[in-house]
């Protein structure tokens, strides 16, 4: 039968790419075959309407980002200070997943504790492009996106606090979404920047994510900025992009913009305005400043978050001397340079003589930039842009550029500081053959508008599924 | 302005000690980045909201409070199972306070 078939599928794609990719830092391979021959089981007891009824999620594999805690499963967030961790408790988010009936294949590889953009930071060793494995597969969540893009899983769970899911989606050439925030519980997710911290999801096609937000989504008494008002149906999507309004970012050099990235997404605006939507071009006043504000209240909220890798609660421990030897010499040995650097930005932007420069500054122009994105979302659906400004780079080739790097999350962290959702769509290929990815952002809680671009979009591309396998020839005929 | 950051009492706030290596390193980093996120003094007031305080979700969970009642917490050895060292009740630590004096 189909379920069967397709989980063997995801399996003899894990045989022949994990050892090039390395996307998972933990594989449950035959526990997740039992799970799917005992939903088949259900298959032919109930029949299709009834066993989907029973589990929305049917047959779909899912990859789990190492930061959502799964109970009696490693949770090390790509960190060697949690190398050893295995948390009492499960993430709301993969609990209601897995109950929905989604297959848990593993856990994925990430940069640590979610702070880069290219997975290669993690104690686990870099995750590699499927699409190029001499290339990043982007960050923080690049784990998931290299399993969903190489076919190891049907969808995967990232988190995304400045672009961590919809980043390494578009390098990945997969779908990927960050929800409004306050949309899925953060219950069970390891902390970064809990102003922006999100659960998100990568997967091939819209209504495979769409189904996997209908089912995650809602409060769930464990996370206060959750909201309340929840809807208990999947939306239903309108069809086609006919009367949207669809705003054109305008996309300046300043980040380092690639012209093949830039032609793309003014060709899909294009094919959008042939399908009738209306386009126009749009700027947001203080968009430049975002990589600024975001760089001083995320790493101020890590430098917080991160005090409690002391080596008491859990983790590691360095055994020596008193108590703040022992705090110093723990975090010395087990955080990496990466996890060092944005701590100590943090702590200085919130030492006394800075708070009022910086962190007080930093919020207002936050709040500032959110009433300009509430602005042109009354003259817009939805904005459009790319995701990245170039395709995936070379693995290293960052690395030791800490500012370059954090340029490649310039186009993803607007929406993370306005809190709106936002989701990535393949939109072709550059001359390497390397995936482009295009961002859409919509007003809060209006993730039925990215769902209907985003099936339009399928639609006006001709591509029913993304990833390697199903993407590579498919773009190359579409130019 | 490029703006001298005293790594000393940075890194003893952070609870971080460095290697001389990366000390270096980082300080360098540092100044580079503090050099960036001061673009932000000098936007004009003008064009800045007039709150100051943010509450980013744009959620309704600001009307709502959780209820104030006490709930059962996982199991004690559950949450002892991943402490470094513990004593089966407790987490154990350097001793933190000195001996009493008479």
């Keep these: 039968?189909?379920?069967?078939?397709?989980?063997?599928?995801?399996?003899?794609?894990?045989?022949?790419?994990?050892?090039?990719?390395?996307?998972?830092?933990?594989?449950?391979?035959?526990?997740?075959?039992?799970?799917?021959?005992?939903?088949?089981?259900?298959?032919?007891?109930?029949?299709?309407?009834?066993?989907?009824?029973?589990?929305?999620?049917?047959?779909?594999?899912?990859?789990v980002k190492d930061n959502l805690c799964i109970k009696g499963m490693p949770a090390t967030c790509?960190?060697?200070?949690?190398?050893?961790?295995?948390?009492?408790?499960?993430?709301?988010?993969?609990?209601?997943?897995?109950?929905?009936?989604?297959?848990?294949?593993?856990?994925?590889?990430?940069?640590?504790?979610?702070?880069?953009?290219?997975?290669?930071?993690?104690?686990?060793?870099?995750?590699?492009?499927?699409?190029?494995?001499?290339r990043v597969p982007g960050g923080s969540s690049g784990g998931s996106a290299a399993a969903v893009a190489a076919g190891m899983a049907r969808a995967a769970l990232g988190t995304d606090s400045g672009g961590s899911v919809r980043q390494p989606a578009a390098l990945c050439g997969v779908l990927g979404l960050k929800p409004t925030y306050g949309t899925i519980s953060r219950y069970g997710l390891i902390a970064y920047a809990s102003s922006f911290d999100e659960v998100g999801i990568l997967a091939r096609n819209a209504k495979d994510a769409a189904?996997?937000?209908?089912?995650?989504?809602?409060?769930?008494?464990?996370?206060?900025?959750?909201?309340?008002?929840?809807?208990?149906?999947?939306?239903?999507?309108?069809?086609?992009?006919?009367?949207?309004?669809i705003g054109l970012l305008k996309m300046g050099q300043e980040e380092g913009l690639n012209e093949e990235v830039r032609e793309s997404v003014q060709a899909a605006a294009r094919r959008f305005k042939g399908a009738g939507a209306q386009?126009?071009?749009?700027?947001?006043?203080?968009?430049?400043?975002?990589?600024?504000?975001?760089?001083?209240?995320?790493?101020?909220q890590a430098s917080s978050n991160l005090a409690r890798y002391h080596g008491v609660l859990f983790g590691e421990r360095v055994a020596r001397g008193d108590w703040e030897e022992m705090y110093e010499a723990t975090r010395a040995q087990y955080l990496g340079t990466e996890v060092k650097r944005r701590i100590l930005l943090g702590t200085f932007v919130l030492s006394s003589e800075n708070f009022s420069v910086f962190y007080r500054r930093a919020q207002s122009v936050c709040d500032a930039l959110r009433k300009n994105f509430a602005h042109a979302l009354e003259r817009f659906d939805l904005l459009l842009g790319p995701t990245s400004a170039t395709t995936a780079w070379k693995l290293g080739e960052r690395l030791l550029n800490p500012r370059q790097m954090y340029l490649s999350d310039s186009y993803t962290i607007p929406a993370n500081l306005a809190g709106l959702p936002a989701v990535s769509i393949p939109c072709g290929t550059d001359a390497k053959g390397l995936p482009i990815g295009m961002q859409l952002i919509a007003p809060a809680y209006r993730e039925d508008l990215l769902f209907r671009a985003a099936l339009a979009w399928e639609e006006l591309s001709g591509q029913a599924q993304y990833g390697l396998r199903q993407g590579k020839e498919r773009w190359k005929n579409m130019k | 302005m490029n703006r001298k950051i005293d790594m000393e009492r940075l890194t003893q706030l952070a609870g971080l000690r460095l290697s001389q290596e990366e000390r270096a390193r980082l300080q360098t980093d540092l100044e580079e980045m503090?050099?960036?996120?001061?673009?932000?003094t000098h936007i004009p007031e003008a064009e800045l909201a007039e709150t100051a305080l943010s509450a980013y979700a744009p959620s309704d969970a600001r009307e709502w409070l959780r209820a104030d009642e006490t709930e059962a917490s996982l199991p004690l050895e559950e949450l002892?199972?991943?402490?470094?060292?513990?004593?089966?009740?407790?987490?154990?630590?350097p001793q933190t306070v000195g001996e009493e004096k008479e």
């Excluded at chain 1, 063997?8 to 894990?14: G, H, I, T, W, Y």
């Excluded at chain 1, 109950?99 to 880069?116: Q, R, V, W, Y």
């Excluded at chain 1, 769930?220 to 909201?227: E, F, N, S, Y």
């Design chain 2, 34 to 40: 503090v050099s960036c996120i001061e673009s932000l």
């Design chain 2, 80 to 93: 002892l199972q991943n402490a470094p060292l513990s004593d089966g009740a407790y987490f154990v630590v």
């Design chain 1, 78 to 134: 790509g960190s060697a200070a949690l190398k050893d961790y295995v948390p009492p408790y499960t993430a709301t988010a993969v609990e209601r997943a897995l109950f929905a009936g989604a297959i848990l294949m593993g856990k994925t590889n990430m940069d640590e504790f979610a702070m880069g953009s290219s997975t290669e930071t993690s104690h686990w060793g870099a995750t590699r492009n499927p699409w190029d494995c001499g």
């Design chain 1, 211 to 245: 189904a996997l937000l209908s089912v995650m989504q809602g409060y769930d008494g464990k996370d206060d900025t959750l909201r309340r008002k929840t809807q208990d149906a999947p939306p239903s999507f309108e069809k086609g992009v006919k009367g949207l309004r």
């Design chain 1, 279 to 300: 386009v126009e071009t749009v700027t947001i006043p203080l968009i430049e400043h975002a990589l600024a504000v975001y760089h001083v209240l995320s790493f101020a």
């Design chain 1, 1 to 63: 039968m189909w379920l069967r078939e397709e989980f063997e599928r995801n399996v003899a794609c894990l045989q022949e790419w994990e050892e090039k990719v390395h996307s998972f830092v933990f594989l449950r391979t035959n526990e997740a075959r039992k799970e799917a021959m005992r939903e088949e089981e259900l298959l032919a007891e109930v029949g299709e309407e009834e066993a989907r009824r029973r589990c929305p999620l049917l047959g779909m594999t899912l990859a």
